[in-house]
């Protein structure tokens, strides 16, 4: 039996830190396991300028604590606003590793973001021809469309064609979570499109969601498909494929804010993310693809180095105990419940 297993640190390729006492509360969370993630420019306002990824980044340096090294990779919310020209300098300064297309309306704190694909067609050309990846939030808004379909709507009503549009541009499909998006980005041959997957998604299908009682802590945004889709995802996660990484789209939200008649989208995965995963891929018989998907094919993808250090996990005899929620000087946040006792843990 494999007890212990050596990695390249992981970096997680989609990340929600916030700001102000939640950003204070949850950073150590994903600095204590990973070396870098790249950061979510949703807030309230939205990350939109250069200055503003520049400012961000240097609160989230505060909130890093002394004994850790973690390195926020800046993304930037795209508006129908953006000039190219301020992308390109924010890219060409190494701030800024992405761009971040919100559907307008599609999820939290989306409003600001692109109702209309033809309006940024010029930023989409500008970042092809400096390489500079969009992180797509890959479902359509159109209130006509289910909500468990709005992922495969995307990609045949806008995804495709903006790729058609403007072939050199590179592409994450963030979050996937349908055995469409995973066909989608396996049928690809321009080496310009990936997808992260997340944590939950390779874990909770939709019967978490609903059945038995609505459970609000296992929503998020896409929302978890049917079981179908999930062992899509497994399949590909532990496939080994490098177009696939892990981004966890942890999404802190106090419990205040998720237990509410109209509660909010996201999961709360950074503390026990790389247990829950040691866990997924020992179960399919891929623990060695592990290191590939959490720590090789993201740097590959964003063209930056691998990690130079390691982390090593090993198995416990007795189930290893994650608390049930952190304290924040925002509120509680509750942590991700995999419904499965885990052994994996990340070694200090
Ligand atoms: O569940 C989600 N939460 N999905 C998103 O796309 C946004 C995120 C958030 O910011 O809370
Ligand atoms: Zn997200």
């Not at 297309?101 to 989306?110: C, D, I, Q, V, W």
């Not at 890959?138 to 072939?167: K, W």
Request: aromatic content about 6%; overall charge negative.
């Amino acid at each position: 039996m494999t007890d212990t297993l050596t990695i390249l640190r992981p970096d997680d390729w989609h990340l929600h830190l916030r700001d102000g006492e939640m950003l204070q509360g949850v950073t150590l969370h994903t600095a204590n396991h990973f070396a870098r993630a790249i950061i979510m420019p949703n807030l309230v306002p939205p990350v939109v300028t250069g200055a503003e990824a520049e400012a961000y980044r240097d609160r989230i340096m505060a909130a890093v604590p002394a004994s850790m090294t973690f390195e926020p990779l800046m993304t930037l919310y795209l508006t129908e606003a953006t000039q190219a020209d301020d992308v390109a300098a924010a890219h060409a300064s190494g701030l800024v590793k992405a761009v971040k297309l919100y559907p307008a309306g599609a999820t939290t704190n989306s409003q600001s973001g692109v109702s209309n694909i033809d309006n940024v067609q010029g930023v989409l050309e500008r970042m092809a021809d400096i390489g500079l990846p969009l992180c797509v939030h890959g479902e359509v808004t159109d209130p006509d469309i289910d909500i468990f379909d709005r992922e495969a709507v995307f990609i045949e009503r806008v995804l495709d064609p903006v790729r058609r549009r403007v072939p050199g541009l590179r592409v994450v499909m963030e979050h996937v979570t349908t055995a469409d998006a995973v066909a989608y980005v396996q049928a690809d041959d321009s080496g310009n499109l990936a997808a992260t997957i997340t944590t939950h998604h390779l874990i909770i299908n939709r019967n978490h969601i609903l059945a038995g009682g609505i459970r609000p802590h296992y929503y998020c945004l896409p929302v978890a498909k049917r079981e179908t889709h999930r062992l899509a995802l497994r399949a590909a996660a532990c496939s080994g494929d490098e177009r696939f990484f892990l981004g966890t789209d942890s999404a802190p939200h106090t419990d205040e804010a998720k237990l509410l008649p109209c509660g909010c989208a996201g999961i709360f995965t950074a503390p026990n993310t790389m247990s829950c995963l040691a866990h997924v891929f020992e179960e399919d018989g891929a623990l060695d693809r592990l290191e590939g998907f959490t720590s090789r094919h993201g740097p590959q993808f964003y063209r930056l180095p691998v990690n130079s250090d390691e982390v090593t996990l090993s198995k416990q005899a007795d189930p290893v105990r994650y608390p049930e929620y952190i304290e924040t000087g925002a509120g509680k946040v509750t942590v991700f419940d995999p419904g499965f006792d885990l052994f994996w843990r990340v070694e200090d």
